[in-house]
T-cell receptor
Framework: DAGVIQSPRHEVTEMGQEVTLRCKPISGHNSLFWYRQTMMRGLELLIYFNNNVPIDDSGMPEDRFSAKMPNASFSTLKIQPSEPRDSAVYFC????????????FGSGTRLTVV | QQQVKQSPQSLIVQKGGISIINCAYENTAFDYFPWYQQFPGKGPALLIAIRPDVSEKKEGRFTISFNKSAKQFSLHIMDSQPGDSATYFCAASTRTPLVFGKGTRLSVIA
């Protein structure tokens, strides 16, 4: 298995532009998580899905952020419009369950908004 | 109650020494306590995990010590090597997603 695949690896965009981050989870994993990592705040959970259904999006910072999981093998995190304070590394992770199994993380997308 | 507090923020250890990273939690419902290792440019990777029915778990040079009454758990890295230099995260969960500590940047120097 290739693991959790995220794209793009790096994204540089101008303030106000739309940004879409993509994730392919491990086949057979039924939970998918989007985390944001910054030096100040560490790893923050943005949203998670169970069996393709969004369960908790309370970590999404603003309405500018949205996430979808149209099927078991694909998820997107969209920021529209993007702002400089959105600059961070965004990780997607998948797991066999929400909490009590290990998560497999992707390599992340480093987003820079200028 | 959902927080996991990790210390120290950074740690420098001599090669061959013991690295110790500590975490504390408040939520007594937590029943799964993993540690993750992250190298620059990579995502965190599961290193070792423990459940509260045991006080210690060892895998190679890595040991988790768990103190349920104190609501604390720690990672010990024996015979630390330069290749162990990374950022380490503790985490905790019950049936909810993992809550992560802020991380400890470990540097092992020769």
């Amino acid at each position: 298995d290739a693991g959790v695949i995220q794209s793009p690896r790096h994204e540089v965009t101008e303030m106000g532009q739309e940004v879409t981050l993509r994730c392919k989870p491990i086949s057979g994993h039924n939970s998918l998580f989007w985390y944001r990592q910054t030096m100040m705040r560490g790893l923050e959970l943005l949203i998670y899905f169970n069996n393709n259904v969004p369960i908790d999006d309370s970590g999404m910072p603003e309405d500018r952020f949205s996430a979808k999981m149209p099927n078991a093998s694909f998820s997107t995190l969209k920021i529209q419009p993007s702002e400089p304070r959105d600059s961070a590394v965004y990780f997607c992770a998948s797991s066999l369950s929400r909490g009590t199994h290990g998560y497999t993380f992707g390599s992340g997308t480093r987003l820079t908004v200028v | 109650q959902q927080q996991v507090k990790q210390s120290p923020q950074s740690l420098i250890v001599q090669k061959g020494g013991i690295s110790i990273i500590n975490c504390a939690y408040e939520n007594t419902a937590f029943d799964y306590f993993p540690w993750y290792q992250q190298f620059p440019g990579k995502g965190p990777a599961l290193l070792i995990a423990i459940r509260p029915d045991v006080s210690e778990k060892k895998e190679g040079r890595f040991t988790i010590s768990f103190n349920k009454s104190a609501k604390q758990f720690s990672l010990h890295i024996m015979d630390s090597q330069p290749g162990d230099s990374a950022t380490y995260f503790c985490a905790a969960s019950t049936r909810t997603p993992l809550v992560f500590g802020k991380g400890t940047r470990l540097s092992v120097i020769a």
